[in-house]
C-alpha cells in the first residue's frame, strides 16, 4: 500500500462477515466467510489537536459499514466489493486516500491455497 505523502493513516484489519458473493450457485446459496482490511489516508493533526471526533473517521461506524458491505446485496465479483467499500470509505470527508483488500480465504478453488484477495487503492486527487 503505498499512501500518499503528507497523508496519516487508519487500519481497520481483519473485519470478518459471512456473506454470498461469488459466481457459483452454490456461493450465493451457503455463503462463505469474507475478512476486509482497510487503510485510510487523512490528516489526523486537527482532531488530534482538538479532541474532536469529527475532524477524522467514527472507525466503528466505518467498521459496521464494511461489515454490512459483506453481508448484504450479494454479487458475482470480490472486485465488486472492494470497490463498493473503498466508494464508502471516501464518502469520509477527511479521507483523501482507500485501500480496501478483500480476502476470499474459502473460494472454490481445487487446489490447495491460503488466501485469495482482492485490493482496490482510490483517492480523491
Known amino acids: 500500500m503505498t499512501i500518499p505523502p503528507g497523508l496519516d493513516r487508519i487500519d481497520l484489519r481483519g473485519i470478518s462477515a459471512h ?3 461469488g459466481v457459483f450457485a452454490e456461493e450465493k446459496k451457503n455463503g462463505q466467510t469474507f475478512v476486509v482490511d482497510v487503510s ?3 490528516d489526523l493533526g486537527p482532531a488530534a489537536r482538538d479532541h474532536d471526533l469529527t475532524k477524522t473517521v467514527h472507525y466503528g461506524i466505518l467498521a459496521q459499514q464494511i461489515h454490512d458491505a459483506i453481508v448484504n446485496d450479494p454479487v458475482d465479483l470480490i472486485e465488486t466489493v ?3 467499500m ?3 470509505c471516501l464518502a469520509e470527508e477527511s479521507v ?3 485501500s480496501v483488500t478483500v480476502h ?3 473460494a472454490p478453488i481445487a ?3 491460503e488466501d485469495v484477495a482482492v485490493t482496490i487503492e482510490r ?3
Open 19 to 21: 456473506g454470498h458473493h
Open 40 to 42: 485510510l489516508g487523512l
Open 82 to 84: 472492494a470497490l463498493r
Open 86 to 88: 473503498v466508494d464508502l
Open 96 to 98: 483523501q486516500w482507500a
Open 104 to 106: 476470499k480465504p474459502e
Open 111 to 113: 487446489v490447495t491455497f
Open 123 to 125: 483517492s480523491k486527487q
